[in-house]
């Protein structure tokens, strides 16, 4: 059975980075598409990027040219790097791959 864990959240500064991963466990999920969604406080969830078996990669508006979606199949792991944090990306951010949800990681921005 597929489990994903996200990690990597904490505090960071504006203009700062961070690297968020979602490492699955169960089942090798390089097949699926991988998905990185946020919830901000009191907001609603929204579609971060996301990544397809093949590598193809879509990313919000709101995050293009500052985010990027990777993923390492060889160690069953989906990478979120975040660059030029601002602090409306303040958010728990979760991964999904076939229906399946992750606990979701908390990132802070602020200074």
């Known amino acids: 059975q597929l489990q994903l864990v996200e990690s990597g959240g904490g505090l960071v500064q504006p203009g700062g980075s961070r690297r968020l991963s979602c490492a699955a466990t169960?089942?090798?999920?390089?097949?699926?598409?991988v998905g990185w969604y946020r919830q901000p406080p009191g907001k609603q969830r929204e579609l971060v990027a996301i990544?397809?078996?093949?590598?193809?990669?879509n990313y919000a508006q709101s995050v293009k040219g500052r985010f990027t979606i990777s993923r390492d199949n060889a160690k069953n792991t989906v990478y979120l790097q975040m660059n030029n944090l601002k602090l409306d990306d303040t958010a728990v951010y979760y991964c999904?791959?076939?229906?399946?949800w992750g606990q979701g990681t908390l990132v802070t921005v602020s200074s």
């Open positions: 999904i791959a076939n229906a399946v």
């Open positions: 169960g089942i090798s999920f390089n097949i699926y598409a």
């Open positions: 990544i397809t078996s093949a590598d193809n990669t």
